[in-house]
């Protein structure tokens, strides 16, 4: 069993940055992909960014790319996201996800999901 834990959620105007965090328990964080989903009012839960266990491959939904940055440290069992040029339709909630394996895609499923932090970006 994982359990993860979201922070760093808030609110901030467009064009601002925040950095959520993700902090997993258990031995086997490090051999695990990782990855952000997010849900906006409304709408269905959709797939931001996923990370190797080795952090060497990356996958970022085309809505993001260029402005996100996932990142992990295997020591602190913990996943980064960096937010930046915020905008109001990255207004959501974001979850934390960890895969079975240590690589996945962005169609890989979910073995472990976070209670989700809110992000709110205002105009």
């Known amino acids: 069993q994982v359990q993860l834990v979201e922070s760093g959620g808030g609110l901030v105007q467009a064009g601002g940055s925040l950095r959520l965090s993700c902090v997993a328990s258990?031995?086997?964080?490090?051999?695990?992909?990782m990855g952000w989903f997010r849900q906006a009012p409304g709408k269905e839960r959709e797939f931001v960014t996923t990370?190797?266990?080795?952090?060497?491959?990356?996958h970022y939904a085309d809505s993001v790319k260029g402005r996100f940055t996932i990142s992990r440290d295997n020591a602190k069992n913990t996943v980064y996201l960096q937010m930046n040029s915020l905008k109001p339709e990255d207004t959501a909630v974001y979850y934390c996800?960890?895969?079975?394996?240590?690589?996945?895609?962005?169609?890989?499923?979910?073995?472990?999901w976070g209670q989700g932090t809110q992000v709110s970006v205002s105009s």
């Open positions: 990370i190797s266990w080795n952090g060497d491959s990356t």
């Open positions: 996800a960890a895969y079975r394996s240590g690589w996945s895609t962005p169609t890989a499923t979910v073995s472990y």
């Open positions: 258990g031995r086997t964080f490090s051999s695990r992909a």
